[in-house]
């Protein structure tokens, strides 16, 4: 049955016959599912690994380095070096590693995303972001690109199956990994958001410190039918990016990982370059739509390979609602226009 449907290489070889740019992003992205596999076996492998899911070291703003989030990037950059890119920009490096200087491409990865799940047996997964060197670029420069200019992008999640989300600007394409050969095979093409799904996802922990926009938007949903939303909203936070970002391609539904008062939570948790941009592409091309509340992620020229972003992502009608809330001043936010029985019902 698997066998029927078309391979990632087949998928990627019909996309770029007879175009030399495009083979070049077909082959990165091929060595890039080749590694995605190994770390699959990796993962599956739990605790047969010594030391799989044990702390070496703290990267700050409450991101912890585990031994696997080393291990990923060591397997994705060896993978990469098979392919034309000039250099890996990846959350577990300080600087862009230099691979092929000449090389057309750049990656930006986050090798193993969602790492503190490791222990819970919880999916995980890698966020990759691939972009072009233009004339005269350095590769440093290639990496701060704003979305926009990305050729590909793609997540790996290491789930109950292995499947990559990927796109090439030709839609948002889903592959499963069969357990028996580890071939990617293409089992939904072109993913579509579906509008409608009443379910968000938000760390509601942190409501006290969330921005009065986030408040006020959250207060809505929450307020479920007797509210202006006019129906009852469901609740999921898996705590793992990757996982809310393949459930809301699936079935629909917001993701907000806002900025807060918390110290060096400003621009919330997630990472610009390689967690946000190549989302926002995935979304985009699936008919959704994903901002920081003001902008959207794919217009926002990075400063910094590390920066942080406040990311919004879902069906394009619901990030515009959250995005109002932003322009709207926040004391207007508490007069009756703003109340469950208010102007601004659905
Ligand atoms: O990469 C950061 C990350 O682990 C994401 O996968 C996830 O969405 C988020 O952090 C979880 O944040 P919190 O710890 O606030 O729930
Ligand atoms: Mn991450």
Excluded: C
Aim: glycine fraction near 8%.
């Amino acid at each position: 049955m698997a066998s029927e449907q078309m391979t990632l290489a087949a998928y990627l070889e019909a996309w770029s016959a007879g175009d030399a740019s495009r083979q070049e992003v077909s082959a990165t992205i091929l060595e890039m599912a080749k590694a995605s596999a190994e770390l699959s076996a990796l993962v599956a492998e739990g605790p047969f690994v010594r030391g799989l899911a044990k702390t070496i070291g703290d990267a700050g703003g409450g991101d912890v380095k585990k031994f696997l989030d080393v291990e990923a990037h060591k397997l994705f950059k060896a993978a990469l070096q098979n392919a034309p890119v000039a250099a890996i920009g990846s959350e577990e490096a300080d600087n862009a590693e230099i691979l092929n200087e000449k090389a057309p491409l750049v990656v930006a990865i986050d090798p193993l995303d969602g790492s503190s799940n490791i222990e819970t047996n919880v999916s995980i997964g890698t966020i990759f972001s691939v972009l072009p060197v233009a004339e005269g670029m350095s590769p440093d420069e290639a990496l701060l690109q704003a979305g926009n200019a990305q050729v590909a992008s793609g997540f790996v999640l290491y789930g109950p199956q292995t499947t990559l989300v990927m796109t090439v600007r030709d839609g948002t394409q889903l592959f499963t990994m069969s357990p028996k050969d580890r071939v990617f095979r293409l089992t939904r093409a072109n993913l579509q958001i579906s509008p409608n799904k009443a379910e968000y996802a938000i760390n509601a922990s942190n409501e006290r410190h969330w921005p009065k926009p986030v408040q006020t938007y959250m207060r809505e949903l929450n307020a479920g039918t007797a509210g202006a939303r006019q129906r009852d909203f469901n609740m999921r936070w898996v705590g793992s990016l990757v996982a809310e970002a393949y459930r809301i391609l699936i079935r629909g539904g917001i993701f907000l990982y806002p900025g807060d008062s918390r110290p060096g939570y400003e621009a919330g948790r997630l990472r610009l370059v390689y967690e946000a941009i190549p989302l926002a592409l995935l979304m985009t091309e699936a008919g959704g739509a994903a901002s920081d509340g003001t902008r959207a992620i794919l217009d926002i020229k990075p400063d910094d390979l590390h920066q942080r972003i406040p990311l919004v992502f879902g069906p394009p009608d619901e990030v515009r609602r959250i995005e109002y809330y932003f322009q709207v001043p926040p004391v207007e936010q508490d007069s009756p226009l703003f109340s469950d029985r208010g102007l601004l019902r659905d």
